[in-house]
């Protein structure tokens, strides 16, 4: 489960995929400007501050506030984000998962489209007090990068590996966000049910059932996902490294959290566990692929960030 951006990598020995070989060709300057994407990015940032204004007064006056304009907002900027997107990929000729910063990026849009799916299908406003702040703290992170179009894109990532390895674990990432999120609902409608004296917006929050319900089909998704994205990055790593990549620090926690989901999935579909105990463990899941994803500094071995 392994982010792909500014990695050092020993040097391609053809193994695997086709390699794309050569630099890509840059758009032709006259017709594209190189910072349109970075514009449509702040845009999307400003939209996407509406949601969060929206989280910050849903939690201090204790009900929604304005969930609608900025529901509407969020809709408007990932437009622009995916425009953002779009352009930065003409821009390189190539996925736009190369660096940090567009891991981060890509990311929050795919989080964007995971709670409007899941609101589409289940209407629970109160999902984005959660969605929102991470999205806008993504992409603000996202909008911190140079995106330097001169930068060289180390030859091992012009792999056809990274269309299959990294876009399916970011998109297992924003399901298991989703999967989080009702968790966590869970957990506060749980407790405002017991107590006598309810402190949140408690009658606006969704059913117990609806919130488990939610959580169990997002892991159903992300799940899948994750499993498909270890695997492309399990041969990715074989045909580069041979066998040294199983004692990468980073691939191993990757597998560390994938076995946490297994556990989840196991446990629900074998001894029946519903509402706290998959809620804890969903939690605790989803942590872990914030450490994988986020830890990257930390780690020594082949996944390194510059």
Not at 208 to 229: H, N, V, W
Not at 232 to 242: K, V
Request: charged residues 10%; aromatic residues 16%; contains cysteine.
């Amino acid at each position: 489960m392994q982010d792909s951006s500014n990695l050092r990598f020993p040097p391609w020995r053809g193994a695997g995929f086709v390699s794309l070989q050569g630099p890509p060709s840059r758009p032709n300057p006259v017709c594209y400007n190189p910072r349109m994407h970075v514009l449509l990015l702040r845009l999307a940032l400003g939209l996407y501050s509406v949601g969060l204004a929206h989280s910050i007064l849903s939690i201090l006056k204790k009900k929604q506030t304005f969930f609608g304009p900025a529901a509407i907002a969020a809709l408007i900027g990932f437009v622009l984000h995916a425009a953002s997107i779009g352009l930065r990929w003409y821009e390189l000729q190539y996925i736009p998962l190369t660096q940090r910063y567009e891991s981060f990026s890509f990311v929050a849009a795919v989080a964007v489209l995971g709670f409007f799916l899941a609101y589409l299908k289940y209407r629970i406003t109160s999902l984005g007090v959660f969605a929102f702040p991470a999205i806008f703290i993504m992409t603000f992170m996202a909008n911190l990068g140079s995106y330097d179009p001169s930068e060289s894109i180390p030859e091992v990532l012009r792999s056809n590996w990274i269309y299959l390895h990294t876009p399916l674990l970011f998109l297992a990432y924003g399901a298991l966000f989703i999967a989080f999120s009702a968790a966590v609902l869970y957990l506060i409608q749980e407790r405002e049910l017991k107590s006598k004296q309810p402190k949140m917006f408690y009658n606006r929050l969704p059913s117990l059932e609806l919130c488990d319900d939610l959580a169990y089909r997002s892991l159903a998704i992300g799940f899948p996902l994750m499993t498909l994205g270890i695997l492309a990055g399990a041969l990715w790593a074989q045909s580069e490294w041979g066998t040294s990549w199983t004692i990468d620090p980073k691939i191993l926690f990757s597998i560390f959290t994938w076995l946490i989901y297994l556990t989840l999935i196991h446990y629900r579909l074998i001894a029946g566990w519903r509402g706290r105990k998959a809620a804890y463990l969903s939690i605790v899941g989803f942590v872990s692929v914030l450490i994988t994803f986020l830890g990257a500094n930390y780690f020594t071995g082949l996944h390194t960030f510059d």
